[in-house]
T-cell receptor
Framework: DVKVTQSSRYLVKRTGEKVFLECVQD?????MFWYRQDPGLGLRLIYF???????EKGDIPEGYSVSREKKERFSLILESASTNQTSMYLC????????????FGSGTRLTVV | GNSVTQMEGPVTLSEEAFLTINCTYT??????LFWYVQYPGEGLQLLLK?????DKGSNKGFEATYRKETTSFHLEKGSVQVSDSAVYFC???????????FGKGTRLSVIA
């Protein structure tokens, strides 16, 4: 069964901490994505990557960075966590092209206190 | 630009009722269209898709038809169950390799 695995389901961090959210896929997908999901705002794209060592900004990249050193792994980094980054974070992957949907991970609910 | 508009929820239905969740889109070119479902505490799962005009996607009793003339992709199910309670997202994939554009989601609650 193909999978996108996010390293933590729940995470609590302190303001100012550097936070790493890890995502691994086992489907040999080229594309990987990070979204955050907030009530009333739907899904918002933070960053995405179409290839190893490649990254593109999404709609809300401020306060975040990403790393893709290997094809199967895409990490989201909160450089200095703030309370307004408390959210559900969803990772997804896909094959290249418009015909394919995404496979999502189960999400990481991050609380910054 | 590309955008997806879906009906606001929440939608509350009794078991065995007919479900329609409206979705309309604006896109350049000919996008692929998707419906995703998110059960409580989980990530999104692909429910169905259609990649060209007049295609009908179907899965688990749900179906949606890609209507180019009305730029719509409404989700329907003839008889909902309590287990269908979830948030449903409509999405489009523009031609080429660009990120999906999602609607804001519609929460469905089905009561016994």
């Amino acid at each position: 069964d193909v999978k996108v695995t996010q390293s933590s389901r729940y995470l609590v961090k302190r303001t100012g901490e550097k936070v790493f959210l890890e995502c691994v896929q086992d489907m040999d997908h080229e594309n990987m994505f990070w979204y955050r999901q907030d009530p009333g705002l739907g899904l918002r794209l933070i960053y995405f990557s179409y290839d190893v060592k490649m990254k593109e900004k999404g709609d809300i990249p401020e306060g975040y960075s990403v790393s893709r050193e290997k094809k199967e792994r895409f990490s989201l980094i909160l450089e200095s966590a703030s309370t307004n980054q408390t959210s559900m974070y969803l990772c997804a992957s896909s094959l290249s092209g418009a015909l394919y949907g995404y496979t999502f991970g189960s999400g990481t609910r991050l609380t910054v206190v | 630009g590309n955008s997806v508009t879906q009906m606001e929820g929440p939608v509350t239905l009794s078991e065995e009722a007919f479900l329609t969740i409206n979705c309309t889109y604006t896109a350049t070119g000919y996008p692929s269209l998707f419906w995703y479902v998110q059960y409580p505490g989980e990530g999104l799962q692909l429910l169905l898709k259609a990649t060209k005009a007049d295609d009908k996607g179907s899965n688990k009793g749900f179906e949606a038809t890609y209507r180019k003339e009305t730029t719509s992709f409404h989700l329907e199910k003839g008889s909902v169950q309590v287990s269908d309670s979830a948030v449903y997202f409509c999405a489009l994939s523009p031609p080429g390799n660009t990120p999906l554009v999602f609607g804001k989601g519609t929460r469905l609650s089905v009561i016994a």
